[in-house]
């Protein structure tokens, strides 16, 4: 923040003082029980943060870093602490009494912080941000993000409307670009549209075409007037959502069924499987990543396909546009590799203009931010997030460690642990950034940004453990742990339940001991089954409005469920 900046705030602040309005306003809500969340979202979303013509840079140097006390406010008390009893064992009782020595710290010696004190300190950037909004004295972009970037999701939320039920594993879900419609996409091949403003009520359902084994992805439109979805075969179906009527009621009895008689079909002619699909910004374009190291572009509305790239040398399971023009793609392989390539020049002739270098197992997932043509993340089964900024980040593709294949372990992440004694990092690696600390298993478990509300400034991602993790690249710029772990508790499967109410059953009305002793353990083993399954997060979504995650969960036997993680 420059000086112009704080000698502008300085001044609004020292106008409001004397506005005696606002001072009942402000004691009164710092030493209320109203939380951060409540203040800036409420009842009337928007009502302190209006949209404005602002640009931000989108560096990450554009969000304040200071914003670290957040975060570690325990360990700040933890440090009062030590110095409240290093400054009592250093002064005796004499010196209490001595005119002027310590007198200045004796002064500033204040009790351990309360709970209203420390609800004051949360508060006192929103109070002074509502404060200089009543008068009209500021409305900067930059403040909005830096009090949004505050509001972390930080505990399970325990609402039952915000834990939806499958009986199959979800794939792949999230929310829409403007959050008011959420997709997941399960094993069954049906995709659920959720109603977010609505209690995440049913809005309706597609019925997806037939495929093979699951719907690998889907996509929807940032105008939410299509939705595009595959599976482990050359086809990829459209979804028409402009006229879809959509269920405004809680009862889930009353939505309406899109069956894919109505999809339109949008085939690639070869002998593949389609692993990623990405709409292109204006919805008319879709690039799809296959087995066998395929890219494809197709013009959904001519039903052509405009470029058929073999891009890698094993099976590509992420694509993306890059940018909003969809003139640059992305694309990531089980070859370890990520490659860059533009529509104008280097795709039709085969050749990436760059490829990113230091990932040494497969590519499980790719993104952008905010497709602004500069920075991608991507996550790999070598157990990291590697955060990559396209104008140093490539080499090219006659380079001589792009030429040749990535040294991996040759483990399968589909059922075996990461061998991590056996891995050696990338003798040239030209990442910016690398995360570790979730664990990408048994599926392509998938990253993204946070929202534009946080200024983008976090790394989220899913993982096989069951958990969230959340990094911050503007407090790690290189790389490091994750500031926050959100933890999906244990949820047992409605089968399993069943199975041990039967074997209940049949052990009370044994006949004989020893049909006894044969169900208990029965009984016996189906609890350590319960105790070493673990549930595995594959998709991850951020709410763009406010600060809630909705987890995509695989839980045991096959099925699966959607869970809500808030700010509290």
Known sequence: MDSNENENNNGVDSDLESDSNWTDFSETHATSTVSLHQLLFGNRPNVLFDDDDDDDD??????????????????????????????????????????????????HTNPIPSENSKNQHTLAPVLRHVRAREVGRSNHTTTKTRLVAQLLPTSHSSDPRLRKRFDAK?????????????????????????????AFSLA?????????WTITD??????????????????????????????????????????YSSHIAL???????????????????????????????????????????????????????????????????????????????????????????GHTEGITFITTRDRDARTVISNAKDQSIKVWDLRKSMVDDDDFYATRPVRTTNFDYRWQSYPSRLARPHPADKSVATFKGHKV??????????????????????????????????????????????????????????SEEDEELIVSRASTAFERARHLVALRQRERQRETTAVCIRDV????????????????????????????
């Open 267 to 357: 085939p690639f002619n070869e002998d593949c499987g389609i692993w990623s699909v990405r709409l292109s910004e204006d919805g008319r374009e879709v690039v799809a990543g296959a087995s066998e190291g395929y890219i494809f572009v197709q013009d959904v509305v001519t039903k052509t396909v405009l470029h058929r790239v073999e891009a890698h040398n094993e099976d590509v399971n992420a694509v993306a546009f890059a940018d909003e023009s969809a003139n640059i793609l992305i694309s990531g392989s089980d070859d370890g590799k990520v490659k860059v390539w533009d529509r104008r020049s280097s795709l039709a002739n085969s050749r990436p203009v760059g490829v990113l270098l």
């Open 441 to 498: 298993l048994r599926t392509l478990i998938r990253c993204h940004y946070s929202p534009e509300n946080t200024g983008h400034r976090y790394i989220y991602s899913g993982s096989s453990d069951g958990c969230v993790y959340i990094y911050d690249p503007v407090l790690h710029p290189s790389g490091g742990p994750p500031i926050a772990v959100l933890k999906v508790p244990r949820v047992q499967s409605q089968s399993l339940r069943n």
């Open 58 to 107: 989108d560096d990450y140097e554009n969000v304040e870093s200071d914003n670290s006390d957040v975060y570690d406010y325990n360990d700040g008390i933890d440090i009062y602490r030590q110095r409240q009893i290093s400054s009592s064992n250093s002064n005796s009782s004499d010196d209490e009494y001595a005119p002027n020595k310590n007198k200045k710290q004796r002064q």
């Open 170 to 198: 979800p794939y792949c879900a999230q929310f829409s670009s403007d959050g008011s419609l959420f997709y997941a996409a399960t094993q069954d091949f049906n995709i659920s549209l959720f109603a977010p403003h609505n």
């Open 541 to 568: 979504s951020w709410n763009p409005n406010e600060p809630q995650i909705v987890a995509s969960v695989w839980t045991d036997d096959e099925e699966g469920a959607l869970e809500t993680f808030v700010h509290s």
């Open 218 to 259: 889907c996509d929807l439109s940032k105008d939410n007037s299509s939705l595009v979805y595959s599976s482990i075969h050359a086809t990829i179906f459209l979804v028409n959502l402009r006229n879809t009527s959509f269920n405004n009621s809680s009862n889930d009895d009353d939505t309406a069924l899109l069956h």
């Open 204 to 212: 309706s359902k597609i019925r997806c075409a037939p495929g093979r």
